[in-house]
């Protein structure tokens, strides 16, 4: 599963959605971290909203609605078996 989180330095929800991604066992997940503070375009859209997490494939990429920042581990990835 290929994901995308948008964040930045210094944001703490952002930082606990990595960690707790990082903690997912029972799917293969390859995610890609985009710091909204060096583009302008990903900062005007994403400045408000972060984190904002993206499951991508070849041909688009489908927004995940956001997550509690008190969803587990084990609730997060049932959560993601969805977009598989």
Not at 13 to 34: A, S, T
Request: charged share 30%; net charge negative; glycine share 4%.
């Amino acid at each position: 599963m290929e994901l995308i989180l948008y964040s930045k330095p210094g944001c703490h929800l952002c930082e606990g959605l990595e960690e707790k991604l990082g903690k997912i066992e029972d799917i293969q997940i390859k995610l890609e971290i985009r710091n909204i503070s060096t583009n302008d375009q990903w900062w005007k859209d994403y400045q408000y909203e972060i984190p904002v997490l993206y499951v991508a494939n070849e041909k688009e990429q489908k927004l995940i609605p956001r997550f509690s920042p008190r969803i587990s581990v084990e609730q997060l990835s049932k959560t993601l078996q969805k977009y598989l």
